[in-house]
């Protein structure tokens, strides 16, 4: 079964076409990179696959069936600046988010989902801050309660939009190896990422994007001078691992 599947998807804003003729399909099982340049609709693809826009068309599948948030197969971690950090909650009612998608948006949180969450917090290294104000945790802590978040629903797979944006080293370390061991527990992970120097240790898939997919298949085959020269233009300087100009 593919993690995720689209066909003809367009999205415009103000008439405006932000992805066009967009056909992609994922198998089960990756660690997928979307990278393309600013601007290249890597975002609103996010939303799109998920169902959060109105102005588009096309039809798209998450584990063979038509997205629908009740479900409880996906995970989500959004850009943080689209985030309300002045909303007044705790990091452990954040994570604790994440449990309703198992009873339905108006369950009573049991000891068991309370628990559940408290795994989460503990696996990103954030249990002593459960307690904690959101506004008042640092950027890469934030992330990290975001992640626990996601992890809580016990998703299949999963959605992250620039995770390692504004985080320190160590707080990316962390997602990584979260993100690889679910990986190989058979889950699928979509990442929008904007460093490609870390494309290739972090990933095993790739999806180029540029308004369009300019090409989508494994690290190996499709992280590519070409392809990507095809997706961020001629001004695109690439470097190896060893600092040499490609």
Not at 36 to 61: D, E, I, M, W, Y
Not at 183 to 193: D, L, M, Q, T, Y
Request: charged share 20%; aromatic share 8%; proline share 3%.
């Amino acid at each position: 079964m593919e993690a995720l599947s689209v066909q003809q998807l367009q999205v415009a804003y103000d008439k405006k076409i932000v992805l066009k003729n967009i056909n992609v399909n994922v198998p089960e099982g990756h660690l997928t990179a979307i990278i393309g340049p600013n601007g290249a609709g890597k975002s609103t693809f996010l939303k799109a696959v998920l169902n959060q826009l109105q102005n588009k068309q096309g039809a798209v599948q998450i584990l063979g069936k038509p997205y629908k948030p009740k479900d409880g197969v996906v995970g989500y971690v959004p850009q943080r600046n689209a985030v309300d950090w002045d909303f007044p909650t705790t990091a452990l009612d954040v994570v604790l988010m994440g449990r309703y998608g198992h009873g339905g948006l108006f369950k009573w949180i049991n000891k068991k989902d309370r628990q559940k969450a408290m795994d989460a917090l503990v696996s990103v290294n954030m249990q002593d801050f459960a307690d904690r104000s959101i506004g008042e945790l640092s950027g890469g802590q934030q992330q990290r309660v975001f992640l626990a978040r996601a992890l809580a629903q016990e998703a299949q797979v999963y959605f992250l939009d620039e995770p390692f944006a504004g985080v320190d080293v160590a707080t990316e370390k962390m997602i990584i190896e979260i993100l690889k061991r679910l990986r190989n527990e058979g889950k699928s992970i979509f990442v929008v990422h904007h460093d490609l120097q870390t494309v290739e240790d972090y990933f095993d898939y790739t999806v180029l994007l540029n308004e369009t997919i300019l090409a989508a298949g494994p690290l190996k085959t499709t992280f590519t001078a070409e392809n990507l020269q095809k997706t961020y233009g001629g001004s695109l300087v690439l470097f190896n691992k060893e600092g040499e100009l490609v």
